[in-house]
């Protein structure tokens, strides 16, 4: 067991050797272009390196890249080989043995690099927070500055055999820098080098202090809501908290010297955030309510959003807003079967040059998803699912939760993908909800207006039910009397075409025998009625005295008309009779109308 020991302490070394990578001796840099962007409040890098493999063993597929510890934060790394057509190479972070406190991170080469070739690679470098304001606070008045503290020399774990620095700034205003020879500057450019064969992680400090009145804002946290519903649409919120990070306002703000003097140089007044192309339905806001000094401009690919808060904002001051929007699910939701993929940018362009400490997005899925599968362009911490409840929910919507590790900047605004199955059956759960609530309401409805849930019997309201329903066989009574007046008009209008006496009498007959059935009915219901509502009874005995008058009146017009037909009477007499009665007939018409109308 004694011997067993040593041995397997000699696999745990190499095992926890093999898991470091090695710097190759063989890969020197034969130059190195860097480039320092300090024009916003971000630190962008460039770095143009021509790697030369000068060994004989073998091809070389990665290599290694350096940050001095000193550096801050580094927000975004990123790598590309070629100038028109680039192509991304993976980048990892890795540990290297004997440099365990330096940070290094592995790069993939597209084509391993044999032995005497020559590649180039560009690697960006965006660093948050690494300009410092010097002074920290400054009056209304007064400009920003801003101080950067950096390396001279690019800190790279390889020999670099020439390499030059370029140090851009957002103005010529410069207060001081390092003055390592050789350099010169130009208007607001510096520059550094060449430098000729610079030793692996050569140090040298670099200080750049100068001006600048660029925005520094900071979203502080940005927690984004994207809402997608299988009917057709995505909402997406955003809630973002701001905060300018900029040299502090010493003393108080004085709104009349802000508009008349337009001091406030390193204040922010608006910002502009893009949105997708498809957005519609814009909305900004904050707790007070819609801010309407924002304007919207659709471009061919994205809408620009100028937002203007509701006061500038000076170092030190924060603000807090509400965007949202809809965009149409089949841009985005892509589907075979059952099988579905979400595919939408992690975050959107809030405002340029932008940096993000803090964000969380929260994916609401239909409900009844299943089979949930997330796939980001870089880490990200997802936490656990939860369960939003809105309209017609049963069991609740599924809710992906993720937030972010590291600061965010526009390098990051990449694409992610969410796998889920939903069964296209499932779209019909609500409507069938919604169909049997309404269902069930009418019926209990119905249920309802059928009870009686009176504890004594409402002899008053059982009168009136009663004599409502006789009133009402009153009214269709009267309409089929009405109807059998109309077919005596016809029978009249028949007798002057055909002449045919013998007919006309023997319709005249059949109306009159029908008239008097009607007749009669009406009168047994008008006794029962005037039994339990006099009042009632007495209008019924109105309709009754107005049918007989008017029955009067038809059978003389129909007197006229025979009159008319056998040549015992001119035209012109008929017609001046005829218009009298029949001007008496639309007067009783009226009069049965509106008893009627009474009931």
């Not at 050569?202 to 997608?228: F, G």
């Not at 009136?464 to 029978?491: F, H, I, S, T």
């Not at 107005?546 to 009146?553: G, L, M, T």
Request: hydrophobic share 40%; charged share 25%.
């Amino acid at each position: 067991m004694l011997k067993i020991l040593p041995l397997l302490l000699l696999v745990g070394v190499n095992i926890s050797e093999a898991a470091f990578d090695s710097i190759n001796k063989d890969l020197v840099i034969k130059n190195s272009d860097r480039t320092i962007d300090l024009t916003s409040q971000l630190v962008k890098m460039n770095y143009k390196l021509s790697l030369s493999n000068t060994g004989s063993a073998g091809a070389i597929k990665t290599f290694l890249f350096s940050m001095e510890p000193t550096a801050k934060k580094i927000s975004f790394i990123g790598a590309t080989i070629g100038s028109s057509d680039k192509t991304y190479l993976r980048v990892s972070e890795t540990k290297v043995q004997g440099h365990l406190e330096k940070t290094f991170w592995k790069i993939e080469l597209k084509d391993a690099l044999s032995p005497g070739a020559v590649t180039t690679v560009n690697v960006e470098v965006v660093i948050g927070g690494g300009q410092e304001m010097y002074p920290a606070a400054i009056t209304q008045k007064e400009k920003q500055l801003a101080r950067y503290t950096g390396n001279v020399y690019a800190y790279l774990p390889y020999t670099v055999t020439s390499q030059t620095t370029t140090v851009s700034l957002a103005s010529s205003s410069i207060e001081s820098y390092t003055k390592t020879k050789p350099v010169s500057v130009q208007d607001s450019t510096i520059k550094y080098g060449p430098y000729s064969n610079i030793a692996p992680f050569t140090e040298a400090e670099l200080v750049v202090h100068a001006e600048n009145n660029n925005p520094m804002l900071v979203v502080t946290k940005l927690q984004r809501v994207i809402e997608v519903s299988m009917w057709g649409n995505i909402a997406v919120e955003e809630t973002v908290d701001v905060r300018h990070n900029g040299a502090q306002l010493k003393g108080s703000f004085s709104r009349y010297e802000f508009q008349r003097e337009n001091s406030g140089v390193s204040s922010v007044k608006n910002f502009k955030t893009l949105l997708p192309a498809a957005a519609r339905d814009v909305y900004y806001r904050d707790d007070i309510g819609n801010i309407s000094t924002s304007h919207m401009k659709v471009m061919d690919d994205a809408v620009e959003l100028d937002l203007r808060p509701r006061f500038p904002l000076f170092g030190g001051w924060k603000t807090h807003y509400v965007i949202g929007y809809n965009v149409p699910s089949y841009e985005y939701v892509f589907y075979k079967g059952d099988n579905h993929v979400l595919n939408m940018r992690l975050i959107d362009h809030l405002f340029d040059d932008m940096l993000v400490e803090d964000a969380e997005v929260r994916i609401i899925l239909p409900e009844g998803v299943s089979n949930l599968e997330l796939s980001t362009p870089y880490p990200v911490k997802r936490e656990d699912d939860g369960k939003h409840f809105t309209y017609l929910d049963t069991t609740g919507r599924t809710v992906v939760v993720f937030k972010s590790v590291g600061e965010l900047t526009e390098n990051h605004i990449q694409d992610f993908q969410l796998q889920f199955t939903f069964a296209h059956r499932m779209m019909l759960m609500e409507p069938f909800i919604l169909i049997m609530a309404f269902f069930l309401l009418f019926l209990l409805s119905i249920i309802y207006v059928r009870l009686d849930f009176s504890i004594t019997v409402d002899e008053g309201a059982e009168a009136k039910m009663k004599v409502a329903g006789y009133c009402e066989k009153v009214a269709n009574l009267q309409d089929r009397r009405a109807a059998l007046y109309q077919a005596m008009e016809d029978a009249m209008v028949k007798l002057k075409s055909s002449k045919d006496a013998n007919a006309f009498q023997a319709t005249l007959k059949k109306i009159a025998t029908d008239h008097k059935n009607e007749t009669t009915a009406i009168t047994e219901l008008q006794t029962t009625i005037k039994n339990v509502n006099p009042e009632l009874g007495e209008k019924v005995g109105e309709l009754q005295r107005c049918d007989k008058i008017y029955r009067e009146f038809q059978g003389q017009q129909a007197i006229l008309v025979e009159k008319l037909v056998t040549g015992k009477l001119p035209k012109a007499a008929y017609l001046d009779q005829e218009a009298g009665l029949l001007k008496k007939k639309e007067e009783i018409t009226d009069k049965i109308s509106a008893i009627v109308r009474a009931f």
